[in-house]
Nanobody, 127 residues
Framework: QVQLVESGGGLVQVGGSLRLSCADS????????MGWFRQAPAKEREFVAT????????YYADSVKDRFTVSRDNAKNTVYLQMNSLKPEDTAVYYC????????????????????WGQGTQVTVSS
């Protein structure tokens, strides 16, 4: 069973950085592609980044490319989202998600492709 817990959110000033973590308490983390999504108030949930189970494939939303970096440590059952040069429009609740993957390089970008979700962590960027 996959149980995802995000951490690392908080309040940061424009231009600052945060690193989000998402830990899985299960024992098969390395079998899952992992994604990050976010949802701002009154907006739909949107894709942020994804990483394949083998960490050889990553994708980013255009809005975060070159500012955010997704990575994973399968030995620690954890996926990370390093967020730099934060902007007010990055303010949202950030969710991690897991999708069982047979393919080593599969990295889905659609929320409906994911089976498991964390509870979310709030990121607020103040100007």
């Amino acid at each position: 069973q996959v149980q995802l817990v995000e951490s690392g959110g908080g309040l940061v000033q424009v231009g600052g950085s945060l690193r989000l973590s998402c830990a899985d308490s299960g024992r098969s983390f390395s079998n899952y592609a992992m994604g990050w999504f976010r949802q701002a108030p009154a907006k739909e949930r949107e894709f942020v980044a994804t990483i394949s189970r083998g960490a050889d494939t990553t994708y980013y939303a255009d809005s975060v490319k070159d500012r955010f970096t997704v990575s994973r440590d399968n030995a620690k059952n954890t996926v990370y989202l390093q967020m730099n040069s934060l902007k007010p429009e990055d303010t949202a609740v950030y969710y991690c998600a897991a999708r069982y993957s047979v393919g080593w390089s599969f990295a889905p970008r659609s929320s409906d492709q994911y089976n498991y979700w964390g509870q979310g962590t709030q990121v607020t960027v103040s100007s």
